[in-house]
């Protein structure tokens, strides 16, 4: 009788815990099987090894395989902003600093550079996408293809001119342009970047709703984040941002609105009944003192939320193990509700939720055969992990990013051991400190 012949596979990895995420739990002592950069099997580990030939196997003791992480919201490039202006609300630090240090400083050079040192931080941390709105999203991309790192790339809008477009047809013009000549990357999505109700007329709004519906793309906006916000729409306009936003067609599921801090009760209807996508920033909304959103609410709605780090001038951390915590102890504090936000929602809202807000969830987001192989390995062996119940709660109420100890893109190893493979420390380090020195010069 002949032997069964194994199938091939590039890669099995046996930690002790795979959480999957779809479907909810865990799985103890079960094999992950990667080929050809997608997840081919989840199955036992003694199947696994009887079943499969493959190229390389990897160990991963007292871990939990985990998919990666979704980072819904950020402004990759300002990490070289990180510190520049702290401890003012969001106006002053964005007339006061920001923007006036953007208008000088701002440039391809300067977009690649605070990118990759972005990419490389959330990597090490466990994410593997980015949803980027920025000057310059070409030169993200380009950074973000050197880390190996997925992203949605904004094509950001705004009426003012900056050194990257002159008004709001040459920033559609060129995000247009940018999408026509990557789309076949497949590391890469793409998404209108509309900055803020404030910062957008209605006439291009209505472009962006044409093209949305043309094109099938995410709209990706800060919305309602600050009392200050709302109260300049109605004198403007009349009506709440969200408001105007239903009117000129912009709600609808292809709709990720940023913070959603101030949104009242028929609001939250609203997004529910559209079938929007919330990006929640929790820590930013406290940096900022914008508020607090009402997520329990939101929840309690069916709005889909995933977890945004905001960029790393208002943050100062792209760390999305901060943010899953901090989001699930802000929302049984505000709502009076221990089971407001269970540890198992805040995992999927930071992974499958958010890749579902940016079309993503039939590739990422959930350890399921079929899927693209991004995942991410977290060590529970430390003391400070002890005893482990649950590894999805310790997950989120434990672990931080310093516990991430291997990352996969594509299936291609990102993170070995706590190791950046493909990015120079020294070379980033060096990049942050020329910026630094411009900026302060």
């Known amino acids: 009788m002949q032997p069964t012949m194994k ?36 199955l036992p580990a003694p199947d696994a090894l009887t079943r499969y030939a493959a190229a390389q196997t990897t160990t991963l003791p007292g871990q939990a395989l985990i998919p990666g992480l979704v980072n819904l919201h950020g402004h990759a490039a300002m990490s070289l902003l990180r510190g520049f202006a702290d401890d003012l609300p969001l106006m002053a630090w964005l007339n006061q600093r920001i923007w006036p240090a953007e208008k000088q400083h701002v440039s391809e050079a300067f977009v690649r550079d605070g990118t990759l040192l972005a990419a490389a931080e959330m990597l090490a941390g466990g994410v593997t996408t980015c949803n980027d709105m920025y000057f310059f999203p070409q030169a993200a ?115 990720i609105g940023v913070h959603a801090v101030h949104v009242n009760e028929a609001e939250i209807g609203l997004l529910a009944q559209h079938g929007c996508h919330i990006a929640h920033c929790p820590s930013s909304n406290l940096k900022l003192a914008s508020g607090i ?8 709605a069916g709005v889909n939320i995933g977890f945004g780090t905001d960029g790393a001038a208002s943050n100062n951390r792209l760390d999305l193990f901060a943010e899953m915590r901090l989001a699930a102890l802000l929302a049984k504090g505000a709502s009076g509700d221990a089971a407001a936000l269970p540890a198992a929602t805040a995992l999927k809202m930071a992974t499958l939720d958010a890749a579902r807000a940016l079309n993503l969830d039939d590739r990422i987001g959930s350890i399921v055969p079929g899927k693209r192989a991004d995942l991410v390995a977290v060590d529970l062996r430390d003391l400070s992990s002890q005893p482990v119940f649950d590894p999805v709660s310790h997950l989120v109420y434990v672990a931080g990013r310093e516990h991430v100890t291997h990352v996969w893109v594509d299936g291609k190893l990102k993170l070995d051991n706590r190791r950046l493979v493909d990015l120079d420390l020294d070379d980033l380090t060096a990049r942050a400190s020329y910026w630094r020195g411009k900026l302060t010069a």
Request: net charge negative.
């Open 141 to 255: 991309s380009e950074a973000f293809l050197q880390a190996g790192m997925r992203a949605t790339l904004g094509m950001i809008v705004l009426e003012f001119p900056s050194a990257y477009a002159v008004d709001a047809d040459d920033y559609l013009a060129r995000g247009l342009a940018m999408r026509d000549e990557l789309k076949d990357e497949p590391l890469l999505s793409f998404a209108f970047a509309p900055h803020a109700p404030y910062t957008i007329a209605d006439a291009t709004f209505g472009r962006i709703s044409t093209l949305t519906e043309q094109l099938g793309l995410p709209i990706h906006t800060h919305i309602h984040e600050t009392a200050d916000e709302i109260r300049d729409s109605l004198k403007q306009h009349g009506v709440r941002p969200l408001e105007r936003l239903a009117r000129l067609g912009l709600l609808g599921p292809n709709f």
């Open 293 to 300: 959103a009402p997520v329990a609410d939101l929840i309690r």
């Open 7 to 42: 199938a091939p596979a590039d890669l099995i990895l046996l930690p002790q815990w795979v959480v999957p995420v779809e479907p909810a739990g865990m799985l103890a002592d079960h094999a992950v099987v990667v080929q050809h950069g997608r997840i081919l099997d989840v």
